[in-house]
């Protein structure tokens, strides 16, 4: 089993669609969590950490349930720009190590 | 101002050979980084360093030393490419991971092509 699971994708969107990405990851002693964006050919930025409580930055919120080791994002009323591979990140060992999932494509259609 | 750069973005070069890529960082973060995206687009992290101290070598091949010169530079020299080499490295740097907040912003990445 890989240690961070996500959905396989791809996912095509019409514009204003909402969107949910699931993530599992394998070590229950995993710190730290977040949601990270790639474009083509760039580099990964974060898009948002995500808190046991669930959090919110506009259109996107996460949600983290540690009992069932599963990470959520959520988009909403989703826009062009938004086409991009979203990561899940997870990290463990003190913080040090970090693993990435495979990534979750995401096309958004006008 | 750039924040985390890496030097040279492309590299093409024969197997065998031994080839050097360089990071900076001058975000003042006390971690750094090396990560591989290999064709298949799978992020996978290589080493870890905390003040300039070596914490993470996801089983790396020995062709692989990092040296941290200090704290804010990662360099990577690989030794005898071979053709799995083939990868976009990227570089990161963070706070420790006990110091809020500790994201990892990335470098642009090398696109290193062995043939």
């Known amino acids: 089993r890989k240690e961070v699971e996500q959905d396989p994708g791809p996912f095509n969107v019409p514009e204003g669609a909402t969107v949910a990405f699931n993530c599992t990851y394998s070590?229950?002693?995993?710190?730290?969590f977040f949601w990270y964006r790639q474009d083509c050919r760039k580099e990964p930025k974060l898009l948002m950490s995500v808190y046991s409580s669930g959090n919110e930055d506009g259109r996107f919120t996460a949600q983290l349930n540690r009992a069932s080791q599963y990470i959520s994002l959520l988009i909403r009323d989703s826009k062009l720009s938004d086409s991009a591979t979203y990561l899940c990140v997870v990290r463990g060992n003190g913080g040090f190590k970090t693993i990435f999932g495979a990534g979750t494509r995401l096309f958004v259609k006008a | 101002d750039t924040a985390v750069s890496q030097t040279p973005k492309y590299l093409v070069t024969q197997m065998g050979n031994d080839k050097s890529i360089k990071c900076e960082q001058n975000l003042g973060h006390d971690t750094m980084y090396w990560y591989k995206q290999d064709s298949k687009k799978f992020l996978k992290i290589m080493f870890s360093?905390?003040?300039?101290?070596?914490?993470i070598n996801e089983t790396v091949p020995n062709r692989f030393s990092p040296k941290s010169p200090d704290k804010a530079h990662l360099n990577l020299h690989i030794n005898s490419l071979e053709l799995g080499d083939s990868a976009v490295y990227f570089c990161?740097?963070?706070?420790?991971?006990?110091?809020?907040?500790?994201?990892?912003?990335f470098g642009p990445g090398t696109r290193l092509t062995v043939t």
């Open positions: 360093y905390n003040n300039k101290e070596l914490i």
């Open positions: 070590n229950s002693a995993s710190q730290s």
């Open positions: 990161a740097s963070s706070q420790p991971p006990w110091t809020a907040p500790y994201e990892q912003y």
